[in-house]
């Protein structure tokens, strides 16, 4: 569900105002329910690539469920 939300928020919904508020208050709660090194490893990868879909499915598959 994490991921589609991601997905859903960087690229669908016809105002992408209202995709993009709902990505970063997406994202702030789940950058708060991870581990913190997870949350660097994020935002060291996002740094290079600019992909925050592409992260955030990296770091839900090395968390695990």
């Known amino acids: ?7 859903w928020s960087a690229l669908g919904g016809d ?3 209202s ?12 950058a708060e329910s991870l581990p ?3 949350v660097e490893q994020m935002s060291e990868l996002g ?8 992260l955030v ?3 839900l598959a090395a968390e695990g469920p």
């Open 1 to 7: 569900m994490d991921l589609c939300l991601a997905l």
């Open 15 to 17: 105002d992408k105002t």
């Open 19 to 30: 995709a993009h508020e709902l990505g970063k208050d997406w994202y702030r709660s789940f």
């Open 36 to 38: 913190e090194r997870a």
């Open 47 to 54: 740094l290079d690539t600019g992909h925050l879909w592409v």
């Open 57 to 59: 499915a990296s770091v």
